[in-house]
């Protein structure tokens, strides 16, 4: 027969071992990463490019991808405290005073932060659209012409090995075409990127497959020429 004492053994015991299991399990949760960077919104329909690139890349393209470089970002950016209050944009400039342990993690989410968060700003809908003004001089100054531009970027946007971007770059008071290897960016060597396409598959694959010639060719009619200038009337002063 139970006596009173055995039942408040049992209950004492069972008190005990419930607590100490809650404890494990809070011990054992995983710790919530603050998200100190944010998926910028995508400022636009995701269909508002068509039929020039598709609405289930951009979905895709921002909803999962841009979004996983931010996680990522937000994981190793706990790595480096002090670093949590500054522009991606600063960090990447300056690289080398990222502690080593997540210095390569953050040039890797951190440059795929920054540069997917000016990509989605220089896209808009604007067949034979071009730059004018102060950009559009810059432009013929630098390359000859706005056609000559559009060819150079063009080939070195096909020449791209494997997954990159080529940009368009306000470096030494000048503009120049530059290619960056994965997810580096014209930050972390002194420039100041005002245009980039990203020739990553994931941004193009969903409706060209393996023509990137067409996907470049398609941007071209969907760089928002307004916004690009902007940067560029920022970056000359």
């Known amino acids: 027969m139970t006596t009173r004492r055995d039942a408040l053994k049992t209950i004492a015991l069972t008190t005990g071992a419930l607590t100490l299991g809650s404890r494990l399990l809070h011990a054992q949760a995983p710790t ?3 998200a100190v960077f944010k998926l910028p919104p995508l400022g636009y329909d995701y269909d508002a490019l068509e039929p020039f690139i598709d609405a289930e890349t951009m979905k895709i393209h921002h909803d999962k991808h841009h979004a996983a470089y931010v996680s990522k970002l937000n994981q190793a950016i706990a790595g480096a405290p002090g670093f949590e209050s500054k522009p991606i944009e600063e960090i990447l400039t300056n690289l080398d005073a990222v502690p080593e342990a997540v210095r390569k993690d953050i040039r890797n989410h951190g440059g795929g932060h920054a540069n997917h968060a000016l990509f989605w700003q220089t896209l808009k809908k604007s067949e034979k659209g071009k730059p004018v003004g102060e950009l559009a001089k810059a432009i013929d100054t630098a390359f000859g012409s706005f056609a000559k531009f559009q060819d150079d970027f063009g080939t070195a946007a096909t020449k791209v090995f494997g997954s990159g971007w080529v940009w368009l770059v306000w470096k030494g008071k000048k503009l120049t ?6 997810q580096d960016s014209p930050y972390s060597t002194g420039g100041r990127p005002l245009l980039g396409i990203d020739v990553w598959e994931h941004a193009y694959y ?3 497959q393996n023509r990137r ?8 009619s969907v760089v928002n020429w307004d916004f690009v200038s902007e940067r560029f009337a920022k970056a000359g002063k």
């Open 32 to 34: 919530e990463v603050p």
């Open 177 to 182: 075409i530059e290619s960056t290897p994965n």
């Open 206 to 208: 969903l409706k060209y």
């Open 213 to 220: 010639a067409d996907y470049i060719k398609a941007f071209q």
